[in-house]
Structure formats: structure tokens, C-alpha cells
């Protein structure tokens, strides 16, 4: 009988789940992304988000196969990147002081903001409200609320151009700077993933990213699927309750955790409880769609 | 003896935190010196007002959708009714058939006129002023809303 963190594991499944490289593949899958990201860059308008997405999927020679490789590359990168999380919390075998694990966990933000700015950018009927939520949401800050949004966001009266300095240089600079120190530590070579790199672009082929153009009539808007629960408690509580207070909860949680095993065992039992709530308030508002 | 060992002892660890107070301190006054420079981040320049114009006469339905408003022809004259929810600025869109105002992401509700009727938002929609040109025989050529 095999022992982890302390925690017994009989089960076959349980112990190949612990065993994946979810690190490793989420690079990968990180790697593929940047790449095709800067193709896509080559080829998208800041000008004309929606036309420009649009033109790339029907007019531009395999426009639809880099943009499918991006979204879908990015996805990976996202669920595997809380899987690898979920690994090591569960392990509790990483030997990171405070400092550089909240240097290290600070990419989750930074990842989750990218991911969305990339869906603004889409500028599609979904990207166009998720920046204008965005947007209301930065405001909502007491204090630095408004220059946060002049400097994230800012979509009223920038359009997607400050969306996109941020989702191509700020926020890749940002995660850059966050992961780098674990990056140098930890490598990957792509023909361990080759499996991986077959079927990202084998699922780009197969299956276009979504898009959803804006029409008169429109009756419902679902955000992005990480951002559902989000949207439901937005329902609910006052924007800064539901768009900060709630997301920074776990996030702090998160960054807090190194602690004495007790205070650790807390974090995670609240980390839990936040993660089955955001489930549920996700399934009702995918009840909705 | 004693006394003097541990002034010894203390002074690497004052110097410490002196040093530290002194970056801590030099830190905020760069923070504060460097402060002026983040207006660039949020300058805006003031957008000049935007004229749509929308030729009359508009659709049997009574109203003309454009990307930033709806025009409704009321018994009062034309209303041109802002399409920004209040609630967190999500583009809104008219059923027709129950004649109502409705935001695709939370649902507030709204009428015509662009009062409240139900869901998160709190504030009615805002409205814009609406001109109306006449042709020579004093029909309504088109409006002009200004935004």
C-alpha cells in the first residue's frame, strides 16, 4: 500500500492521476498557445476585433485552424494547469518558501486574465459583454478602481487596444515573470508529448473555436464557461462583492496557504467549500443557456 | 561587560532594520515621485460627439435598432433609448413581441422608454437627444441622434 502526503492510495486510477506529468503537459500546451498566438497576432486588427476574428475563420488561409489551435491550446493549458494545482496540493511534497510560492501561484490570476482577454478580443457578442462586465468590475474597486481599468481594460473608451497590449505583452510578461524561477527549474521536451501535440491540432481540425456573432434579439449570454459562476453571482450581489470580494477569496486562500499543517488544513477545507459553491452557481447558470 | 556584548550584538540587527526602513522608505518616495507619471495610463481624450442619422420613415414595427440605441416613435415624438444596460454595460436588445428592453447577460428588464422594470440593474437606461429634419414640404426626412 502505497503512502502520499500522508494520504493512502489503493486505487489504480488514483495513483496514475498523481503520477501524470500535468506540469509538464500544461507547458506543452502553454507553448503551443504562444505560438500560435503570435501567428494569429500577424493577421488580427485591433481596429476591427469582430471583423478581424471573423476574417481570420472564413477568409484567411487556415485562419480557422491557427485560431482553433489557439483557443484550444489555451484551454489545455488552463485544465491542466489546475490539475498540476490540484496534484501538488494534494501531494503537499512542494518545498516552496512563502515568497516564491505566492510568486509562483500568482499565474493563476495572471492565467485566468489572459484567458479572458483573449475571449474579448474575440469581440464577438460574448467578448463584447465580458469586457464591458470587465469593465464595471474594475470600477467597482474602491480607490484604484479606475486606474486599474485605465490600465487593464478601459474598453468603453479604448476599444480592444489596451485588451490586447495586455494579452500580448503585459500579462505574458507578467506570467513570464511569476513562473520563471519554476520554468528554470523544471523542463519539458515536446516528443515526451507527442500524443498531446497530435491532438491538439487534430481537435483544431475537427472542431472550430467558438464564436458568437452579436444579432438584434439575442436573449441570453453565457461567459466564459470559468467565469459562469461569476455571472450567476453577479446576479445576486453587489458587482464588487461578486466580481472581487468573491474571486480574490480563494485567491488569497490560495496564496496563503504555506502554513502551519492546522491553518493549511483550513485554507484548503475553504478552498474546497468556495470550489463546490462556484460549481453549483456554474451548473445554474449553465441551466440558463 | 554585559551591556556593551549586547549593543555589539544588537548593532548588525538595528543596521538591518534600518537599511530595510530605508529602502521601504525610498521605495514610497520613488512610489510617490513616479505617481504625476501614471496620469499618461489614464488620460482620455474627450470624444467628439457622434451625429447617426436614420432616414425616416422608420419600419411599421415603430422602431429602428442601431449598435449604441434604440428610436422609438412615441406619442410624445421620437426617443432615442441608450442600448448599455445599467447593471454592467451589456449590450441590450428589444423583443418586439413583448415590448420590452432586456439584457442578454442578467435579464434586467426595461421599457421602451428606457425605465427600469426588473432584474440587477438599478437606473434606467439613459436616453439621447433626437433632432428631426423636414424635407421642403415640412415631412420628416430623417433623425438625428447624438450620442
Known sequence: MKTTGGRKLTALPARLLLANRWGAQALICLQVSVLSGI?????????EPYYSTATIELVI????????????????????????????????????????????????????LLMFTGYVLRGDATGEAAGAIAEQIAHSIPLAGDLLNQLLFDVSASGARRIYANHLAGLMALGGFCAWPHLRRYT?????????????????????????????????????????????????????????????????ALLALPDEEQRRRRWLLFICAWLVGYAILSWISYLRI | MPPANRSSAADPQRRQILVSWLRWGGALLAGCLAWPLTRFIGFQTRPKPRYVTVTAPLPLSGYHAERD????????????????????????NYLEDRKIIECPCHQSRFTPAGRRISGPAKRNLPTYPVETRTDDRGRIRDYVVTL
Open chain 1, 39 to 47: 501567428l494569429l497576432a500577424l493577421q488580427y486588427d485591433v481596429a
Open chain 1, 61 to 112: 488561409p487556415y485562419g480557422s485552424f491557427w485560431r482553433a489551435l489557439h483557443y484550444y491550446s489555451s484551454q489545455g493549458f488552463l485544465l491542466l494547469l489546475f490539475c498540476h494545482l490540484a496534484v501538488i496540493l494534494w501531494k503537499n511534497d512542494h518545498s516552496l518558501s512563502r515568497s516564491a510560492w505566492v510568486r509562483l501561484t500568482a499565474t493563476v490570476p495572471v492565467t485566468l
Open chain 1, 188 to 252: 519539458t521536451r515536446w516528443q515526451d508529448h507527442l500524443l498531446l501535440l497530435l491532438l491538439l491540432p487534430a481537435l483544431s481540425i475537427l472542431v472550430a473555436a467558438p464564436m458568437e456573432p452579436d444579432h438584434i434579439g439575442l436573449l441570453h449570454i453565457a461567459g466564459p464557461w470559468f467565469f459562469l459562476g461569476l455571472q450567476e453571482l453577479l446576479r445576486y450581489l453587489p458587482v464588487f462583492w461578486a466580481g472581487v470580494a468573491a474571486p480574490a477569496a480563494i485567491i488569497i
Open chain 2, 69 to 92: 440605441f434604440f428610436l422609438f416613435l412615441t406619442a410624445h415624438g421620437p426617443r432615442a433609448v441608450s442600448r448599455k444596460c445599467t447593471h454592467l454595460g451589456c449590450r441590450v
